[in-house]
């Protein structure tokens, strides 16, 4: 099958030899006057290259659909790449159709390879139309394509077509509104230069992303006295008796905090005596903190 692959990637023939890129319209034209398959002939090259491995068999059938690829990419003009890079894509995405097409299943090939060739588009489109990922998730993904395609104009959405659009998708309001953010948004150069004229320029990151602690020996006697201080506090906690050490750290050191009742009944003394226990404890702690 190594064969079959390395022929599917690089077709010997002039149409796949000149790339979408270097003359997009002579491409189009080449493939559109490549002659498309009669059912019959389809499926005995699919046979052929299914039960057999004929690489020539592969290179027929690439070579007769690379019109609808090209078909495909154009309904994804409204994203501001490249139709021939789009192209590209496809072409890799229909490549693996043919490669996987079972023709025992009785549908034809290109009902089968339409979902590779738009798989391979999408996967494009999300890695370049923002430097930024738009969509993650295979649900994140679904709502990216289909709120673009269900975008009339390039006002925001009422409230009534935000929770039809919603409803229509089966998420919940909230994530077509986050996506609809993610798309009315535009990247922004981090280090715009500030003598431009561009309004922009006072937006770039670098201006406003400052981190006002990152200087390094700030971050280490920070540090320092954070460790120096948390060993101070354990050294003193141990130096106090049980029944004070418990106290404090029922009052102070968990979530679910005593009142000075319930320790009054537990050790059998006043309210007032665990107070003065607990105030006695902090002023040990204290000193020993300041010391």
Known sequence: MTETKRALAVPNSAVLNMAPGANLSAYVQAVSGIALLSPEREKALAERLFYEECVDSARELVLAHLRFVVHIARSYSGYGLAEADLIQEGNVGLMKAVKRFDPTKGVRLVSFAVHWIK??????????????????????????????SQKKT??????????????????DVTEVTRMEGRLTSRDVAFDAPTDS????????PQHFLKDEQADPCQLVEAAEFAEDGSARLHVALTDLDGRSRDILERRWLVDDKATLHELAAEYDVSAERIR???????????TALVA
Request: proline share 0%; no cysteine.
């Open 154 to 171: 390039l006002d925001w959405l009422s409230a009534d077509e935000t929770r039809a659009i919603a409803a229509d998708l089966g998420v």
């Open 197 to 204: 004229d561009d309004e922009d320029t006072w937006q770039a």
């Open 119 to 148: 798989a391979e588009m999408h996967e494009y489109i999300l890695r370049n139309w923002r430097i930024v990922k738009v969509a993650t998730t295979k649900a994140q993904r679904k709502l990216f394509f289909n709120l673009r």
């Open 276 to 286: 003065q226990l607990e105030a006695n404890a902090l002023k040990k702690l204290r």
